[in-house]
């Protein structure tokens, strides 16, 4: 299994900046690669960022290309995500998740979520 304690989020206004972080742990986290997805009531989950344990290959949608920026230490399991020019559209539930295909936006766990808000 891989466990997460995520840290960060909360309000920000249209235009505005936030940072998430996540520390995974488990007996199978070196199998998996970290990222993030979000989730917003009545609409589909979308990955928003992945990077690649064994290359450093950074994943993102084209929505967030260019304002989204995630890095990684894999010696301490931790990824973080800089969130920048939000949208009110991008409120939503952000979840760190183990994914086992970047590419694919495939993961077997994720964690509890942490709540963003973006006011207009």
């Known amino acids: 299994e891989v466990h997460f304690v995520e840290s960060g989020g909360g309000s920000v206004q249209a235009g505005g900046a936030l940072r998430l972080s996540c520390t995974a742990s488990g007996s199978r986290v070196n199998d998996y690669s970290i990222g993030w997805f979000r989730e917003a009531p009545g609409k589909r989950r979308e990955g928003v960022a992945c990077i690649n344990r064994r290359d450093g290959l950074i994943w993102y949608p084209d929505s967030v290309k260019g304002r989204f920026t995630a890095s990684s230490d894999y010696a301490k399991n931790t990824v973080s995500l800089q969130m920048g020019s939000l949208k009110s559209e991008e409120t939503a539930v952000y979840y760190c998740?183990?994914?086992?295909?970047?590419?694919?936006?495939?993961?077997?766990?994720w964690g509890q979520g942490t709540q963003v808000t973006v006011s207009s």
């Open positions: 998740a183990a994914y086992y295909n970047c590419r694919l936006w495939m993961y077997d766990y």
